[in-house]
């Protein structure tokens, strides 16, 4: 550098920059060839494969324990929920005990409909197919008459005698001399009076009629007298009722070799249990 003045600058010789840039890149190219070379992969090896087993763990996870087992995962802890209380808690257990009563309380009902169906399916089946049932059972009453037009009872100890004719429907008999008997006619367009007056005006051509009033039989008012009569040679005491019921006239006359009163009880079983069906 002058002392006079400012120091000139040199011309770069041409040849000398060359020089550099070429001795640059040579050594930036030598630079590659190591870098690239430090990759080089040795015979009988995967740089892949290396890379990978890097990676791998010294130990397995699965590492079996003293007993042969494997080891269980831990389960990794996390921050515990935000509980959102709204009243559930409380409210669903009980709604839950409720429901839980109910259910058993329906069971309960359930059941008992169930065995209460299949007892009364079974009884019936029993009556259905039971050969003694309450049908056959019904035994007929005894000193009992029914023939389907009339009924009555009559005395223990007295024979029923049905085979007859028209008029008389049925005699029952103590013995010969001590009787009752029914009679039916059909009144068509007589009248009630003048047949009862008929049969009185019998009655008195062979007795004597000591007592005439009326009575309530099947709850029908009826004639009634009481005379002593005579067939033939020996006297009978005889009451006679007569009644209408359905347009027919019903005799029912008692016969007796004593005295009415005698026969009270025979006689008032029979009145008071008389029917027309």
Same mark, same amino acid.
Request: proline share 4%.
């Given at each position: ?17 060359? *020089? ?22 040795? *015979? ?38 935000? *509980? ?160 209408? *019921? ?32």
């Amino acid at each position: 550098m002058s002392e006079d003045g400012p120091p000139r600058l040199r011309k770069p010789e041409k040849g000398t920059r060359k *020089k550099d840039a070429s001795s640059k890149l040579g050594k930036a190219s030598a630079d590659i060839k190591e870098k690239v070379g430090s990759f080089n992969l040795k *015979k009988g090896e995967s740089s892949i494969t290396n890379k990978v087993n890097s990676f791998k763990s010294k130990k397995s996870f699965r590492s079996e324990d003293r007993d042969g087992s494997p080891t269980k995962l831990r389960v990794p802890q996390s921050e515990p929920k935000q *509980k959102f209380n709204f009243g559930f808690e409380e409210k669903i257990p009980k709604v839950l005990r409720e429901k839980s009563f109910l259910s058993i309380i329906g069971v309960i009902i359930l059941i008992i409909l169930v065995v209460s169906t299949a007892i009364l399916f079974i009884g019936d089946k029993q009556i259905s197919t039971s050969p003694n049932n309450t049908t056959q059972q019904v035994e007929p009453l005894k000193n009992h008459y029914n023939d389907g037009n009339i009924s009555f009872d009559y005395p223990e100890g007295w024979n029923v005698s049905n085979n007859q004719q028209a008029p008389l429907i049925v005699t029952v008999a103590h013995d010969e001399n001590n009787s009752f008997s029914v009679f039916k006619e059909d009144l068509g367009t007589q009248n009630f009076t003048y047949r009862v007056a008929a049969w009185r005006s019998n009655i008195l051509a062979k007795g004597m009629i000591y007592y005439e009033g009326d009575l309530t039989i099947d709850n029908t008012t009826a004639y009634e007298l009481e005379a002593n009569y005579k067939p033939g040679d020996k006297v009978f005491a005889t009451r006679g009722i007569a009644f209408q *019921k359905n347009n027919s006239l019903y005799f029912l006359i008692f016969v007796f070799d004593k005295a009415l009163i005698d026969y009270k009880y025979e006689m008032d079983k029979v009145i008071n249990s008389f029917h027309v069906n």
